[in-house]
């Protein structure tokens, strides 16, 4: 059995020291699920409109229907893999001054876990938010899962009458195909 043992390679010998740091430009500024590239993030202050927010903007749908009139906005990267390179889903998020807002859509519930979650409140707190919300398409088929998640990390549905108070006024919140849920950070 030793000599058996001994015709095993040793795998630890095959990775070079470096090699993980090689491919990571900065390993310490980055988390296991979520990575937030240059690229991929936008910051966006404006006092009148966001009218000059680009038409294909990942963050469009979330800035039309949000009162909003001071704003950053990101889209967050969750990726996965041994290198950390494939994408798996994209997480656009708008900040106000003590909001955080995460636009879920139609994400599935297989990429979204308490995990992801934790890491975007994470980061909603080190930006300075005291509310986070998460914002779910109505007609998502996997809502009843979602809203088990949700009863989990506390997160509370928004009612109608302070849906209203978030949202443009010349929306209607029982006509918009979208809930909000609320979690106090």
Request: charged share 30%; aromatic share 8%; proline share 4%.
């Amino acid at each position: 059995m030793a000599s058996e043992r001994n015709k095993v390679p040793q795998l630890t010998s095959l990775i070079q020291p470096d090699y993980f740091n090689k491919l990571l430009k900065d390993p310490d500024d980055l988390s296991p699920d979520i990575v937030c590239s240059s690229e991929d993030s936008e910051t966006q202050s404006d006092t009148s409109s966001n009218d000059s927010i680009d038409e294909e903007s990942p963050v469009k749908p979330i800035l039309q229907i949000l009162k909003v009139d001071s704003f950053s906005t990101f889209v967050i990267n969750s990726q996965s893999g041994l290198s950390g390179t494939t994408l798996v889903a994209k997480y656009p998020c708008v900040l106000t001054e003590k909001r955080f807002f995460i636009w879920l859509g139609s994400t599935s519930i297989q990429v979204f876990d308490k995990s992801t979650f934790m890491t975007l409140a994470d980061l909603a707190e080190k930006e300075g938010a005291k509310d986070l919300y998460l914002i779910l398409e109505r007609s998502h088929p996997q809502k009843e899962n979602f809203r088990k998640l949700f009863r989990v990390i506390d997160a509370e549905r928004v009612n109608t009458a302070n849906t209203q108070e978030l949202i443009k006024k010349d929306l209607l919140a029982r006509a918009l195909d979208v809930e909000f849920y609320k979690i106090c950070l």
